[in-house]
Structures are given as C-alpha cells and as structure tokens.
C-alpha cells in the first residue's frame, strides 16, 4: 500500500540552529500535507500543498513540495523551543480526503 | 465552534474485555476518521466514516470495529482486548465540502490495557 518514508527520526538542535525534516513517496502524490504534534497532544494541522514545485512560508516555516509530487520538506529557521514537537507528513489514499497514511514523524528537540 | 471532542479522557481495560470509544465532530464535518498512535508503529489509520457508511477501513483484524450516528457522531469498539492494544486513540473530523482537506483531530482517548 502507499507509504511515506520520513526523515530523520529524531534530530536535536540548538535553540537557533535551523531544522529540517523531509519525506519521500515512491509514487506520485496528489498533495501531502504537514502537521505538528507537540508532547502529549494532538497533531495539528499545519499545511497542504498540492502543485508541482510549490513552495509556502509561514513565518519561519518553509514548506516545499517536490517538482515530481514524490517528496516534501518543511524547513524550520532559528529554531525556537516553542518549536519541540514531532512533524508529520500525511498523504490522503485512495482519493478519500479522511484516510491519511501519515510518516513516521520527526521528533525535533531544542535546547535553549 | 467546538472542536472535536472525545471521551473518555483515559480508559484501564483488562485483556480479553472490549471498550467504546466516542467521538463528537465539529459541527457540520460528516467525514469522521479514527487513527491509531503508539510508538513503535506511529500514526495508522483504522477507518473513515462518512454519512453513516464506513467508507474506508485500514488494515486492522476484525475486533476493531466502528459506526457513525445520523448526528456525525462516532463510535469505534474493540473486542477482545490485547495488550498491543494499548495505544493513543485519535479522531479526526473533516469537512470533504472544503478545498483545504485539513483533519481536526481531538485530544485522543488512551488506552492501557493490562
């Protein structure tokens, strides 16, 4: 079935130093999209993208989905502690916008 | 606008019972999804229900089990609980009208089962 691998797993930052997490599909996807989940909560979303090569900001986050619609990044500048949490990348399967196949996830550390 | 709601909070099952979950949608969201959580397999995705009728189911056994009410309100069951059972329940509701195909996902329900 459809998979999204993500990377890194984990990845522990300086509060400043810029963060990176990115996930890739075997196939091409129609659009994916980013939520963050902070510790013991709930994902949030984030974002969707859904064109070739779409780039979009929200402040100091930089989402970037791929020329062949087969892999994402959300880039994160001068990371803040308010930032911990673990990012996931989900994609809808099979054209039903309530089944998602979400990433494993990057849990992103910053120490102040 | 209420967010999505589910209850309870925390549940202590013993193995071999079953349990309810539910689930309250946004308002106006027909499209209710329910996702499991643990740490070694993640997020996975265990059924959408949308205007009563289960419209996608993942690959879960059969002791897993849903339904949607007529208010988009949710219910998943698990029969015959098992220890790897134990796990970060989590719905999400969407709204398939919207452009933006985002899920509100509520506070989860975990589930210890010992």
């Known amino acids: 079935g459809q998979q999204v691998m993500q990377i890194p797993q984990y990845q522990h930052v300086q509060e400043g130093e810029d963060f990176t997490t990115y996930c890739n599909s075997s196939t091409t996807l129609s659009n994916i999209q980013w939520y963050k989940q902070r510790p013991g909560g709930h994902p949030v979303f984030l974002i969707q993208l859904v064109k070739s090569g779409e780039v979009k900001k929200q402040k100091r986050l930089t989402f970037q989905f791929g020329e062949a619609k087969k892999n994402s990044s959300l880039h994160i500048t001068a990371t803040q502690t308010t930032d911990v949490g673990t990012y996931f990348c989900a994609v809808n399967y099979g054209g039903s916008q309530g089944n998602l196949i979400f990433g494993k996830g990057t849990k992103l550390s910053v120490k102040p | ?114």
């Open chain 2, 1 to 114: 606008k209420a967010g999505v709601t589910q209850t309870p909070r925390y549940l202590i099952k013993t193995r071999g019972q079953q349990v309810t979950l539910s689930c309250s949608p946004i308002s106006g969201h027909r499209s209710v999804s329910w996702y499991q959580q643990t740490p070694g397999q993640g997020l996975q995705f265990l059924f959408e229900y949308f205007s009563e009728t289960q419209r996608n189911k993942g690959n879960f056994p059969g002791r897993f089990s849903g339904r949607q009410f007529s208010n988009s309100r949710s219910e998943m069951n698990v029969s015959t609980l098992e220890l790897g059972d134990s796990a970060l329940y989590l719905c999400a509701s969407s709204d398939p009208g919207q452009r933006n195909t985002e899920a509100f996902f509520g506070q989860g329900t975990r589930l210890t089962v010992v």
